[in-house]
């Protein structure tokens, strides 16, 4: 099939819910994806980070021939050997107790909302008072099904859907006023993704989540964050809240997790486990032998990328802060790690530049209109940085129309 045919028969058979490019990918190797021409990109999307590992890494491949020659699947009715050792060595680098394994992100989410409710509804047996309002930000993005998209702050992804879950509201972006004025005893949890990621790449402040965690630990509310995105390496540490020193009751995680394959985790301590007993929450798929397997060799990988992230990506984000005091049509900066975006004045300047790369051979994403988003793999090097920003700075130039001072500067600091 070449891709006039594929396009054809997508549109004719699958539902509408894609505006996709123009590409079809056959295969990919490294930091590489090659499409049905033969031609080669250069990937800084990662599948919305996704393929941390890049495409084909050995490592994968070698334990995925070997698992799913001895099995793919057995469903949660029974034992397999890796759950146990993956929740070992993910509760080891979060420094939480307990997990439970899903699917995909959105999935994670929600079994992140069920646990905080059916938390709250433990504690009340015990006399307390009813929690039951989940706190949710502005602008978020926590996956497409019910509770996530009730938790979402953007109203394109609402609105279609009402009505959704009942009990929840939206807090400002990082107003810490908001927080206090909109926080009571009622609310059961306050849930924000660390750095937004589908929003812009917006980092929530060091201020406004000690103050969600100081009003949760008043009143016995949880902090649920949402690290499906920025989590399990993207920010040069594991999590992205290590950056700042607070520790959440609840922690979903997926994308990046089973280097590819489909794989989700909700992460949380044992005093929130409480909450759940068997029954009460589960899946067919989720943790299955195959993707546990693969993300145990994930992690092993991560450990030994962790400093390269850090390293590389304060370079990657001193070079797109060069090229923003350089061409007067970026508006801002922002990120950290290998989780960075520059917002460009228009959403016509952001579609334009996303597809002369792509045309160039340099795969990138544009997310909330204006913002180009960069979620490479780990394996980067400083040599795809500098292909991605040579390119940048000519698109740039051919947008920009004026020339601007070098000292302005639209970053935004991660932690204190
Ligand atoms: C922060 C965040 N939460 C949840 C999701 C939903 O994940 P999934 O598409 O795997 O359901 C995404 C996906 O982009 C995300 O970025």
Redesign the pocket.
């Known amino acids: 099939m070449n891709l006039a045919s594929v396009v054809r028969a997508e549109q004719k058979l699958l539902l509408p819910t894609y505006d996709r490019h123009k590409v079809l990918f056959t295969h990919g190797r490294g930091v590489y994806l090659w499409d049905s021409k033969g031609k080669r990109y250069l990937d800084f999307v990662s599948g919305?980070g996704v393929n941390a590992l890049g495409h084909a890494h050995p490592a994968v491949l070698k334990v995925l021939r070997q698992q799913a020659a001895k099995m793919i699947h057995s469903s949660n009715l029974f034992y397999h050997p890796y759950q146990a050792e993956l929740a070992k060595r993910l509760t080891k680098i979060s420094v939480l107790d307990r997990v439970f394994f899903c699917n995909?992100?959105?999935e994670a989410?929600e079994g992140a909302l069920k646990l905080a409710r059916a938390y709250a509804r433990a504690e009340n047996r015990n006399g307390n008072k009813a929690k039951w309002r989940l706190l949710a930000l502005d602008n978020s993005?926590?996956?497409?099904t019910f509770g996530?998209l009730a938790t979402t702050g953007q109203q394109k992804y609402r609105d279609p859907f009402v009505p959704l879950l009942p009990g929840v509201e939206f807090v400002a972006f990082n107003d810490l006023e908001d927080l206090q004025r909109q926080f009571d005893e009622s609310v059961c949890a306050i849930c924000l993704?660390t750095i937004q990621?589908?929003g812009g790449i917006h980092p929530i402040s060091p201020e406004f989540l000690a103050l969600a965690r100081e009003l949760a630990d008043r009143s016995g509310a949880l902090v649920l964050l949402?690290e499906?995105?920025c989590g399990l390496g993207r920010t040069g540490e594991y999590f992205a809240f290590q950056h700042y020193g607070i520790k959440p009751d609840i922690v979903t995680v997926?994308?990046p997790l089973a280097a590819g394959l489909p794989l989700g985790a909700v992460l949380t301590t044992e005093r929130v486990s409480g909450g759940m007993h068997p029954g009460l929450h589960g899946t067919t798929f989720g943790g299955g032998p195959l993707a546990c397997r693969v993300a145990i060799e994930y992690l092993r990988q991560l450990e030994g990328l962790l400093g390269h992230i850090r390293q590389l990506g304060k370079y990657f984000l001193g070079e797109l802060e060069r090229l923003h005091s350089k061409h007067s049509v970026v508006r801002a900066v922002r990120g950290i790690g290998f989780m960075l975006a520059i917002e460009l004045e228009s959403t016509d300047a952001a579609k334009q530049v996303v597809s002369r790369l792509l045309a160039q051979g340099i795969l990138i994403n544009r997310t909330h209109e204006t913002v180009l988003r960069f979620l490479p793999p780990y394996i980067t090097k400083a040599k795809h940085v500098d292909a991605l920003i040579a390119a940048l700075d000519r698109e740039l130039s051919a947008l920009s129309s004026a020339p601007k001072s070098p000292s302005k500067s639209g970053r935004t600091k991660v932690a204190a």
Request: charged share 30%; glycine share 16%; proline share 0%.
């Open positions: 919305i995909s992100g959105t989410w993005f926590h996956g497409r996530a993704e990621g589908e949402d499906i995105q997926a994308k």
